[in-house]
């Protein structure tokens, strides 16, 4: 998104993850206008720092549910972020808060979603796919 | 009343106890293999395996029937977030959430969690109850109703002792309930005079502390730091 133009700042906990956001980037994060800020999520101070309150979207994709959920809520409530994304990884919850207006994306969702065409389409049968022994593995 | 416990630590157990002792009916979830085996030695069949931020767990636990939910994990989000999904897609009526890290709190509020508890907070106001440098205590706040009760410790320098009741100039929406002297509450009238020593109870509209505090205060009743606030 930073490539597109668009203005991004990240917030993660862990100093060293601004190595991983320059990964296949010619120029520094910095120099092509990315943000990045050492805090905590559910920190006011840090989601301020980063930027929150004059933000456009806010992406919520920890690798905890239950914090995303947190902060997605907080971005939406006490931020109004006008676009709020939150990763959920259960699906069962992800459906939920959907349908109580929160914009989830549910990788397990997708992956199943993915899994389940890869095996119908790569193992028509009486066709030569992937032999049946891999096919239930799968 | 069907109580459901979520977090078997010291918290949960124990209140898991207490409310089986007052012959209530409970379940407690607990998420960690070791602990669950521990604790189930003693709770046997109310104590359940699982992770309570999942919806099956939950269900399987029986919590469209429940009356009340108590999340007290270690995990604010957890405990958020059981209370939240308790509350709004099960209709529990009564939940309770533990707030283990106080800054956290707002976000309790935010999300609409009511009550929830701090231990550091019960603390506090224990310190400031047992200190009597801190003259008037944050008893109760009643944030719906929009009351608040304190209780303020009369020193040797309050401007209010040895005057009637009737006297004083009590701010509007503000009221004296109960005087405790020496071990003995009684509710005042108006002959009644305040003593060195009394603790008084009042009820008042939020925003009113600072003119009792000036009431109450040292001396003439001008203010000072005889009263300070709490809560």
Known sequence: MLREGHEVSCLDEDPESHARLEVGLDRGWEDLGGQFTVGAGLETDALVAAGIEKADAFIASTDGDNTNIVIAQIAQRRYEVPTVIARILDPLRAEWYERQGMHTVCPTRVAIDMLETAVREGAPRGSAGPSNGSAEAA | ?231
């Open chain 2, 1 to 231: 009343m069907y109580i459901i416990v979520i977090g078997a630590g010291k918290v949960g157990w124990n209140l898991a106890r207490e409310l089986l002792e007052k012959d209530h009916e409970v379940t407690v979830i607990e998420s960690s293999r070791r602990r669950y085996l521990t604790v189930e030695q003693e709770l046997e069949h109310n104590v359940s395996y699982g992770d309570a931020s999942e919806l099956w767990v939950l269900e399987r636990a029986g919590i469209q029937r429940a009356d009340m939910v108590i999340a007290v994990t270690g995990d604010d989000e957890d405990n958020m977030l059981i209370c939240q999904v308790a509350k709004e897609k099960y209709d529990v009526e009564r939940i309770i959430a533990r707030v283990n890290n106080p800054r956290n709190k707002p976000h309790f509020d935010l999300l609409g969690i009511k009550p929830s508890v701090s231990a550091t907070d019960l603390i506090l106001r224990l310190l400031e109850h047992e200190v009597p440098e801190y003259g008037l205590v944050h008893l109760l706040d009643l944030q719906e109703e929009q009351l608040e009760i304190i209780e303020m410790l009369l020193g040797k320098d309050c401007g209010v002792t040895g005057r009637r009741v009737g006297d004083l100039q009590m701010p509007e929406g503000s009221l004296l309930i109960s005087v405790l002297r020496q071990g003995k509450g009684f509710v005042p009238g108006p002959d009644t005079v305040l003593e060195v020593g009394d603790e008084v109870l009042a009820v008042l509209d939020p925003g009113h502390e600072e003119q009792l505090k000036a009431l109450f205060g040292p001396g003439d009743g001008s203010g000072g730091n005889g009263v300070s606030g709490g809560g």
